[in-house]
């Protein structure tokens, strides 16, 4: 399962942990509008990326599989700066002050990207997918 600030992305299990990059400073820069090729550095921030692949499944129709991907897209819009969960395989790590980055498609057994129905009938409309968080170092 994943939650950010207590509203679950995912609700199913999940078979592995995130990945996480180490702790860095990004560069924040600016350029000057009408000036081309002008950069700016404004500030810097202090953190990391943590990535994660899962499986959106079990859905009956196609529509209900895309209606939960909007409401998880939309949350890269208002998930900021909150604490983040992971519960798997009888583990949980706890990650804090984390924003939703993006959820990017990942190609399926076919190579394809997108929603595809499982022929077993199990696991109705899947989609693979992955989460990229961004953690800021609370030692700021």
Request: contains cysteine.
């Given at each position: ?19 996480e990059d180490d702790f860095a400073d990004d560069p924040i820069v600016i350029s000057t509008y009408g000036v081309r090729g002008s950069l700016e550095f404004q500030d810097e921030q ?95």
């Amino acid at each position: 399962m994943i939650t950010l600030g207590g509203t679950t992305l995912l609700s199913t299990s999940l078979h592995q942990m995130p990945e996480e990059d180490d702790f860095a400073d990004d560069p924040i820069v600016i350029s000057t509008y009408g000036v081309r090729g002008s950069l700016e550095f404004q500030d810097e921030q202090h953190g990391r990326l943590i990535r994660i692949e899962c499986t959106f499944s079990g859905y009956s129709t196609a529509a209900l599989l895309k209606a939960a991907r909007d409401t998880v897209d939309n949350y890269t819009r208002t998930l900021r700066d909150k604490t983040l969960v992971f519960t798997g395989a009888g583990s949980t790590l706890t990650y804090y002050h984390c924003s939703l980055l993006k959820v990017e498609r990942l190609p399926n057994d076919t190579g394809r990207r997108g929603p595809y129905y499982d022929g077993s009938g199990v696991n109705g409309w899947r989609e693979e997918l992955a989460f990229h968080f961004w953690q800021l170092d609370n030692k700021q």
